[in-house]
């Protein structure tokens, strides 16, 4: 099949298979990108507040750490898995299976690695986390002076370059490409 | 349209859950990936059905417990996910209370009447069109994630506001049953496996073929 072309199911009209332009090096592209701001989130403050003449800041692991100190540690730890534990694994995933395979290449392991690929790809929540963001800001509008760190901004290229490098290639084509370049 | 090819199931072939890849089900493991092969995914029904009643039993402590409580200048204040919602609403910020509304209070719902609308179709005791159901399956898989927002709001807000003795915030144990609810629901969109809608419609195809050849004889 021709690249960027996509082929149809008869039965029902769903899509069945597309072969997208430069698949492989745009999902390793976007994966270090997005690895690269995964840095700058947790060096830098996610949001700062001033309220009552105290400064508050927060960053990924402070909030599930701060939900781990008040008493709700089971959603302390499912915070930073959906937040830091999935997206960090799906995007070094990503660069570990299509990496080598720009070059025809197989990672040792790149089989498990994918299908454990597969597995998190739904639980990497960054974009909802985003959404809880605006909403908290405007609970705390009234209270406080909230101000965008480095880290928000930097969460949001993040989230960008999740989604082009999940979007980019085609589950099907990726295990299509991993199979030959195994038997060669 | 169906019934020009075969089906995989009856030729013996199963694709793969994890790599796709369709191979004869007696190999056991997939070439490809080494997953287990099923043709369909194991129990698929009785695990949806199991979880999604787990589901149902948290949404209501989810959403009559507090998610939060906050502590101002001595005020303790215990918040649920409507209150919250109402709060907004009353204070003419009619989008996010929507989108609170949407997320938090109508997505789980609708949800497990989703999937409980699509175990019905699936094993034979309702027969709405399966491309119809397949949309409302793919519609469910996509939008559950978006009812984490709440518990994020939580995460965000107990980690900003440690004010001291001018306000906090700490968690409440509706924000544990509002992330299970969500975590539950996703678990059973997960388990189910929407290829026994169609096997549903082959099964109707079937019985309506035995009718027509009986009536001609």
């Known amino acids: 099949m021709p690249e960027g072309t996509a082929a149809m199911c008869k039965c029902c009209g769903a899509v069945l298979y597309q072969n997208r332009c430069a698949s492989l090096a745009r999902a390793t592209a976007f994966s270090i990108t997005a690895m690269i701001m995964m840095v700058v989130v947790h060096v830098f403050p996610f949001l700062v507040m001033d309220a009552a003449s105290i400064r508050t800041s927060l960053n990924l692991t402070s909030a599930a750490m701060a939900l781990i100190d008040e008493g709700s540690p089971i959603l302390g730890v499912v915070l930073a898995l959906f937040t830091i534990v999935a997206p960090i694994a799906l995007a070094s995933g990503l660069i570990y299976v299509c990496g080598p395979l720009i070059f025809g290449r197989v990672a040792p392991g790149a089989m498990h690695v994918a299908k454990w690929l597969n597995r998190t790809e739904p639980w990497n929540m960054v974009e909802v986390f985003l959404l809880g963001v605006l909403v908290s800001l405007l609970k705390l509008g009234k209270v406080a002076e909230v101000h965008f760190g480095y880290g928000f901004w930097a969460f949001c290229i993040l989230m960008c370059c999740m989604a082009a490098a999940v979007a980019g290639i085609d589950r099907d084509e990726l295990w299509d490409r991993l199979e030959v370049a195994k038997k060669s | ?217």
């Open chain 2, 1 to 217: 349209m169906i019934g020009q090819l075969p089906r995989a199931a009856t030729l013996g072939m199963a694709g793969c859950h994890t790599c796709g890849k369709a191979s004869p089900v007696a190999q056991g493991v997939c070439p490809r990936c080494g997953s287990h092969l099923h043709l369909r995914k194991p129990q698929s029904i009785q695990r949806t059905v199991a979880l999604m009643i787990a589901a149902a039993a948290l949404y209501i402590p989810a959403n009559i417990l507090p998610v939060m409580t906050v502590v101002e200048l001595g005020d303790v204040d215990a918040t649920t996910i409507v209150k919250g919602m109402v709060t907004f609403w009353r204070s003419g910020a009619y989008p996010i209370a929507l989108v609170i509304f949407t997320a938090s209070i109508l997505i789980p719902f609708l949800k497990m009447v989703a999937l409980t609308w699509l175990c019905l179709a699936a094993s034979g005791k309702l027969h709405p069109s399966p491309s119809l159901l397949g949309k409302v399956y793919w519609f469910t898989e996509l939008l559950g994630r978006w009812s984490m927002v709440d518990i994020f709001v939580v995460g965000i807000l107990v980690a900003l506001v440690q004010l001291g003795n001018y306000m906090t915030i700490t968690p409440g144990p509706g924000a544990i049953a509002f992330a299970g609810v969500v975590l539950l629901t996703m678990f059973a969109a997960l388990s189910f496996d929407p290829r026994l809608l169609w096997d549903r419609l082959e099964v109707i195809r079937l019985e309506e073929l035995s009718l027509t050849k009986s009536s001609d004889t």
